[in-house]
């Protein structure tokens, strides 16, 4: 489930919902800095590809700029729902502490729990926006949840330069209603 002993010891001291932290923790493992979107979108297709082989029948697309859309259909019995878009940035700004040592564009960081705080070890954590891509894939992936038609949008380089949303084509989404899961 995770690259790391410590990231599997951190995930069993966070409280529930598990498969949110899960996914979060996954991200954090996975380089996503400002320019580096390979790893994470790659993560990402790789995520939708296991759900689809467990019957989700799921869409992903993945646009000219790296932005990447991902289609869930209607719960039974919501198919008269609007559809509704959850949208997030997969980039994360990297910072690390003097005298550190990691290459963000090829190694995982390293979460610890402080004061019942969830941290990195030396680096920046990357939960701006981290944990707003780890909510939408953990409401494509619970079972439980009941939707009408969901979009989730994962924009790239939010951090830096703004060019994933900034180069959005018109018609990229099909939903009328977008919920931005990164805000102040």
Do not use: Y
């Not at 380089?31 to 989700?56: D, F």
């Not at 390293?110 to 941290?119: A, F, N, S």
Request: charged share 25%; proline share 7%.
């Amino acid at each position: 489930m995770f690259k790391q002993a410590e990231t599997q010891a951190v995930f069993e001291q966070l409280p529930e919902p598990k498969h949110i932290w899960r996914h979060f923790l996954q991200i954090v493992e996975t380089p996503n800095g400002s320019g580096n979107m390979g790893p994470i979108q790659a993560h990402v297709h790789n995520l939708v590809r296991e759900w689809n082989a467990q019957g989700k029948n799921l869409e992903i697309v993945q646009d000219a700029t790296g932005n990447i859309l991902i289609r869930k259909p209607a719960s039974p019995g919501f198919e008269d729902r609007p559809s509704v878009c959850l949208q997030g940035h997969l980039d994360m700004v990297c910072e690390k502490n003097p005298g550190v040592e990691i290459d963000f564009e090829t190694q995982p960081l390293t979460p610890r729990i402080v004061d019942d705080k969830l941290m990195a070890t030396g680096t920046s954590l990357g939960a701006d926006n981290g944990i707003g891509a780890a909510l939408a894939l953990a409401v494509i992936e619970d079972e439980n949840a009941k939707t009408g038609p969901l979009e989730i949008l994962l924009t790239i380089d939010e951090e830096t330069s703004m060019v994933g949303a900034q180069n959005l084509e018109p018609d990229f989404l099909r939903s009328k209603r977008l919920i931005n899961l990164d805000s102040e």
